[in-house]
DNA sequence: CATTATCTCGAACGTCGTTCCATAGCTGGT
DNA sequence: ACCAGCTATGGAACGACGTTCGAGATAATG
């Protein structure tokens, strides 16, 4: 750990690069794909710098040369996923389907990587990729034919829903199958408590009767999707721009 | 630790109550404020089993006895944060105002209470405050006049929609003012970077011209609100319900 | 009063993130 | 060819953490 000085206290993104001499077998393009599959397999709690370390085959010091801790760690794994999203050209699809990719986008990686939920939320999004996805998707909204601050908001807008559909998701998904019991067992043990509680919550029993299966899923996703879009293209046709 | 062996490996909420004997100093009500305490001044780092011990002026393990473990304080103090929110009657304000005000009033929450952003996407929503919440917006909701479905999705939308921005504006300032020096040094030093990288990113960086100081703000929250009530209000006089 | 269940908590265990520092390897200057 | 100086490694250790154990204290029950 060294090199920290200039800018201390910063941001990853915000120092300087090191090379020239040395023996450069560990690198950091190795080590974040490594900590995103320990993520992916174990999530957060499952990565600690020693197992990590083992399955680069380095000793768990090594990797503090790289990296300044964990949490800078976990910043350079979030913003490395975040690469994956692609956007289609406005031009191929139209502005409506192309918005609508950026945001289904969102959502799949969030849900492809969840512990990237917990992270979103807390870590500053000041990386590469992530600026990359930020210009790609300005860029986007600026050939629809949106203009100034609108680019900048529906941006914004799109990407807060798609992330909160994905916490939203996940977040049931916790409930529905918690680890180290039959997938069923829990299930039937949340439905014989909502069967306890059930006149407690006069809407959401009426609710509920009528559709059991309750939870956060592709479809409500897609429905809100289609509200923000609406709600979009009625301001679009308002104020011109 | 007993009492756990009954519905083993569940969460909190689908655990019966104990009682009868014993001394009773240290109750759940107590420990989960204190635990609030803790997590709105230093976050989920700083809360530690040990520190809330001695806030509580009991030893470590006797938590232990209220609280399976620190997952499940965690689950307890996110679900008891979600009884702050106050959702107004429809009659009172008009529906569009009411909606709103329930996605405002989670927004607030979060800000509140940034240590519930990273968990909220993690941990099932099945509490008892989580669900009177949902509860009360859904009978909102359909006094409002909305039905079937069309309830629960419009509900999750909004929630979605208002965690989500709580995150992006969280994690903006948490690029804005890290801890440990000075405000206006982060935000030059992050300003020096910009300048640096801004060929690489031309579409943000022509929007960033036009508007230096860009983050995730109380604007940006509502306008993205009133393109999602537009479009609701759409869909409602589209297709009757 | 004896029994039984409830509740407290000092002490200990294993794991974690992180640091120290001795050491190894590469590069450039002479 | 050689050495000086940088880059990089990693074993060992430290302190803090979550959690468990088990002995003890306290109050209700029969």
């Not at 996923?81 to 969030?110: M, S």
């Not at 600026?142 to 941006?155: L, N, P």
């Amino acid at each position: 750990m060294a090199a920290k000085d200039e800018t201390s206290a910063g941001s990853v993104w915000l120092r300087p690069q090191r090379s020239r001499g040395g023996r450069p077998t560990l690198t950091t393009q190795q080590i974040v794909p490594a900590a995103i599959e320990i993520l992916d397999t174990d999530g957060v709690e499952g990565l600690s710098m020693r197992t990590l370390a083992a399955k680069l085959g380095a000793g768990t010091a090594s990797l503090y040369w790289h990296v300044a801790n964990k949490d800078e760690l976990l910043e350079l794994a979030l913003d490395d996923v975040q690469g994956e999203i692609a956007i289609p050209a406005v031009g191929e699809v139209g502005w409506r389907a192309a918005v609508g990719a950026l945001a289904a986008g969102i959502r799949d990686i969030a849900l492809r990587h969840p512990w990237m939920i917990g992270l979103a939320g807390v870590k500053p999004p000041i990386g590469p990729k992530a600026m990359r996805l930020n210009d790609v998707a300005a860029g986007m909204l600026a050939a629809a034919g949106f203009s100034g601050a609108a680019v900048s908001r529906i941006s914004a807008l799109l990407s807060a829903y798609a992330m909160g559909a994905a916490a939203a998701e996940n977040s049931c998904r916790q409930g529905a199958a918690q680890p180290g019991q039959a997938a069923g067992q829990m299930r039937a043990s949340i439905e014989a408590h909502w069967r306890s509680v059930a006149e407690q919550y006069p809407n959401l029993a009426h609710w509920r009767s009528e559709n059991p299966s309750a939870t956060f899923d592709q479809d409500t996703f897609l429905f809100g999707l289609d509200r923000i879009l609406d709600g979009i293209a009625v301001w679009r046709d308002r104020a011109p721009g």
